[in-house]
């Protein structure tokens, strides 16, 4: 299973930076990880996200917060706190709190321990073809992308292939 990582402001990996890779996200696999619930979840996010996939072009950082959720539910807030009501007439102030407490509730799931709020970067559909291309010329494809990373590069440039065509188509007309 994947597991979202934040860098510490170590030189990890042998990688060097001037802010120490502070905030520095990436995603590490670890075949142990989650139980069987937790995997189930994830390969049904999955499926549901590929099924979907010409109608929500993001995948809602699903994984993260599905990890998130799970590591930061013990800060205190209330992240089922029930939906309220509202009409534009009645907005009482335990109306406003409920919805408050919701929203922080929401929101401190989503925090990464540093203060950020990680998300999708939609560039690697730019980036990752060159980057493919770029290791399997130089003979470096198995050495740099382990098959986990590969499976799930497949996985991504599948569900936004349709994407990606239309982008190739736009370019070519452009030409």
């Given amino acids: 299973m994947w597991k979202l990582k934040v860098s510490q402001g170590d030189d990890e990996h042998g990688l060097k930076s001037f802010n120490r890779h502070v905030g520095r996200q990436y995603w590490e696999f670890d075949p142990n990880l989650g139980t069987p619930q937790d995997r189930a979840r994830v390969e049904l996010a999955r499926n549901h996200f590929t099924s979907n996939r010409f109608r929500a072009k993001q995948s809602s950082d699903l994984l993260m917060r599905f990890q998130f959720a799970r590591e930061n539910s013990s800060i205190g807030y209330e992240t089922k706190v029930p939906l ?6 009645s907005g009482t102030e ?6 408050l407490r919701r929203a922080l509730g929401f929101y401190s799931t989503l925090q990464s321990h540093d203060g950020f709020w990680p998300a999708d970067y939609g560039g ?14 130089t003979g470096a494809l198995d050495i740099i992308l382990p098959s986990q990373h590969r499976q799930e590069i497949r996985r991504y440039l599948y569900n936004h292939q349709v994407l990606l065509i239309n982008i190739i188509s736009i370019c070519l007309v452009e030409i």
């Fill in 124 to 137: 690697p559909l730019f980036l990752l073809p060159g980057l493919v291309i770029g290791l399997f010329v």
């Fill in 94 to 99: 335990e109306t406003v709190k409920m919805a």
């Fill in 84 to 89: 309220a009501k509202v009409n534009n007439s």
